[in-house]
Nanobody, 116 residues
Framework: QVLLRESGGGFVQAGTSLRLACAAS????????MGWYRQAPGKSSELVAS???????TYADFVKGRFTISRDNVKNTVYLQMNSLKPENTAVYSC??????????WGQGTQVTVSS
């Protein structure tokens, strides 16, 4: 059974930082592409950042230079370091895992709220 467990969300002031973590189990993490998505109230889900099994990284334009995605293939965990947070970054952030072996899986998400 594939499980993705996000952690690290919270309520923070604008300009501060958070680090989200997504611990994966039940899959071959090393060969799985991982990503972080967000969904703000009243809006559709959108990609924040992704990192493939080979380490190729993609960022949404709205986070370039402030957010960093990384993965630890020993701990089976993907991270999202979020710096200089803004109120518009408020959303539920969810972890995604995808590969030809497992298909597409989602975590339940972690709430990030940034106050001005």
């Amino acid at each position: 059974q594939v499980l993705l467990r996000e952690s690290g969300g919270g309520f923070v002031q604008a300009g501060t930082s958070l680090r989200l973590a997504c611990a994966a189990s039940g899959l071959m993490f090393r060969i799985t592409d991982m990503g972080w998505y967000r969904q703000a109230p009243g809006k559709s889900s959108e990609l924040v950042a992704s990192i493939t099994r080979t380490g190729s990284i993609t960022y949404a334009d709205f986070v370039k230079g402030r957010f960093t995605i990384s993965r630890d293939n020993v701990k089976n965990t993907v991270y999202l370091q979020m710096n200089s947070l803004k109120p518009e970054n408020t959303a539920v952030y969810s972890c995604n895992a995808a590969s030809v072996l497992i298909g597409n899986y989602w975590g339940q998400g972690t709430q990030v709220t940034v106050s001005s």
